[in-house]
């Protein structure tokens, strides 16, 4: 079968910013080489088919209009998600065609990077946005596969946000997603303004400071977001007034955080980060949401040791810690100390490229991404 299009997309780890910019506040984020695919290829008749590599498993649908995909025969569960959200989105905005007017075709999503097999054989989610990436791809592949108009990288925020949102259950800040997107470092802001594009967070890149060195470990653990959210929601309706409180004082630190970063002011920087771990660990423990669990706990007490800046990346409670320092020597005792503990550091490029789209001939759909 001949390949129409294949696009990808990468992770990311969150800088600083978490739970905080659910208010508004500023973030920053860093793209990481483990990446998302997606591939469309043609099929001969009228069927289709949605197709997961990492599990092996294939799933038959037809295009509805005015809607998206209706799955003929066993319903894929969880993995035709996404296709459903972006498809139902992408039809509303009318940037997908009737259905008598896409091609019959077969779409591959494949995110095993984002994921290790365990002792017990089971796949375990990394937390490096696999769902927002997953998202990104799939919506720049039916984009080309449909053409129509180009669209700029903030209007590709705004549909990738809304679909992941609708995975999420409504919650999400969009900093992976716009991380997916963009690519390299990302500093986030969002409009003030009321309208379209409030909550749609505004990605501006921005180069990495020279000497500083940030070693991601992995606690051994997944952890859901969704749960953890909900978690935080269940403070806000308790307390607002001490919710407003501690995003206060965690927005004040993530400003403080992205400025030091754009004047390559590391000293500012780590203490600012130092500052934002320090009311993370005050608001988890004011609405216990597990932020800070035991791996968490031990992955810093490693980072304290030698000197440097540690911190959960994202929700925590599982998933990736960072480390940051601006010395090489203190970077390679991190490593040594953290596998010595037998805690796995990340071997991924950071500030990997963002969504790349190739194929569609000349179909514009993602033409211009500025």
């Known amino acids: 079968m001949p390949t129409l299009i294949e696009a990808q997309a990468p992770g990311k780890l969150v800088i600083v910013g978490e ?16 990446r998302a695919e997606a591939r469309i290829t043609s099929l001969p008749g009228s069927g289709n088919r949605l197709v997961i590599p990492d599990t092996g498993e294939s799933f038959r649908f037809r295009w509805v209009p005015a809607s998206g995909p209706r799955w003929e025969g066993d319903s894929p569960g969880a993995f035709g998600l996404p296709l459903e959200a972006c498809a139902e989105i992408l039809t509303v905005r009318g940037l997908l065609p009737r259905a008598s007017e896409l091609p019959a075709c077969q779409i591959e ?14 796949r375990v989610k990394l937390g490096l946005g696999s769902s927002a990436a997953i998202v990104v791809v799939l919506t720049g592949a ?28 409504g919650s999400g800040s969009g900093i992976d997603v716009a991380t997916a997107i963009t690519g390299g470092v990302v500093a986030i802001d969002f409009s003030r303004q009321p309208g379209p594009e409030a909550g749609v967070p505004r990605a501006h890149p921005v180069s990495w ?3 500083l060195r940030l070693v991601a470990v992995w606690s051994g653990q997944s952890a859901s977001t969704p749960a953890m ?33 754009r004047a390559e002011d590391l000293s500012g920087l ?12 005050q608001l988890d423990e004011a609405a216990g949401i597990g932020i800070f669990s035991p791996a968490h706990e031990r992955l810093r007490a490693i980072a304290l040791k030698h000197g440097a800046v540690y911190k959960p990346s994202g929700a925590g409670g599982g998933d990736f810690g960072i480390a940051l320092t601006d010395s090489r020597r203190v970077e390679q005792a991190l490593r040594a100390g953290y596998a ?13 490229p963002g969504l790349s789209v190739r194929g569609g001939g000349t179909q514009p759909g993602l033409r211009r991404l500025a």
């Not at 739970?19 to 483990?34: F, I, N, Q, R, S």
């Not at 010595?340 to 990997?352: M, N």
């Open 340 to 352: 010595a503990a037998g805690f796995p550091v990340l071997d991924a490029e950071l500030c990997a």
């Open 19 to 34: 739970y905080a910019v659910l208010e508004g506040a500023p973030g920053l984020a860093v793209a990481v080489d483990v």
């Open 142 to 169: 039916l984009l080309r596969l449909a053409g129509g108009p180009p669209l700029s990288r903030q209007e590709l925020i705004a549909i990738c946000c809304e679909a992941h949102r609708r995975l999420q259950g």
């Open 229 to 261: 959210l909900s978690r935080l929601q269940v403070f806000f309706e308790r307390d607002p007034a001490r919710f407003a409180s501690h995003m206060g004082r965690l927005g004040a630190n993530a400003g403080q955080a992205v400025a030091a970063w």
């Open 109 to 122: 999503l494949a995110t095993a990077a984002f994921h290790q097999t365990g002792n017990d054989g089971q």
């Open 209 to 211: 400071p020279r000497r």
């Open 270 to 281: 780590l203490s600012a980060i130092a500052g934002y771990e320090s009311g993370l660990r």
